[in-house]
């Protein structure tokens, strides 16, 4: 088991930019594929980016692509997620997620096996 700490979200208006943070403890982190997933009030969990182990492949949901980017960082066991251009309908809290080791990344939430508590992005219309 890995345990996933989030920080970095808050308020911040539409266009501006935030960086989330993961720190994983407790396990290997550098053998494991992350994902980024963000949950809105009435709505379902959704896939938002992935990442494989190396940092080498990345993927993102329609909505994000040009405006997200997610990176690690496998010496400070960290997955980060730079938010720019921001909209009101990016506001959710955002998860990270970790796979087993060294399965692939995916973007069904349950291939998923350890989760943080999340942070809250706010960003007002």
């Known amino acids: 088991q890995v345990q996933l700490v989030e920080s970095g979200g808050g308020l911040v208006q539409a266009g501006g930019s935030l960086r989330l943070s993961c720190v994983a403890s407790g396990g290997t982190f550098s053998d494991r594929a992350m994902g980024w997933f963000r949950q809105a009030p009435g709505k379902e969990r959704e896939f938002v980016a992935n990442i494989n182990w190396s940092g080498g492949v990345t993927s993102y949901t329609d909505s994000v692509k040009g405006r997200f980017s997610i990176s690690r960082d496998n010496a400070e066991n960290t997955l980060y997620l730079q938010m720019n251009s921001l909209k009101p309908e990016d506001t959710a809290v955002y998860y990270c997620?970790?796979?087993?080791?060294?399965?692939?990344?995916?973007?069904?939430?349950?291939?998923?096996?350890?989760w943080g508590q999340g942070t809250q992005v706010t960003v007002p219309s």
């Open positions: 997620a970790a796979r087993g080791p060294w399965y692939h990344p995916t973007t069904t939430r349950d291939d998923y096996d350890n």
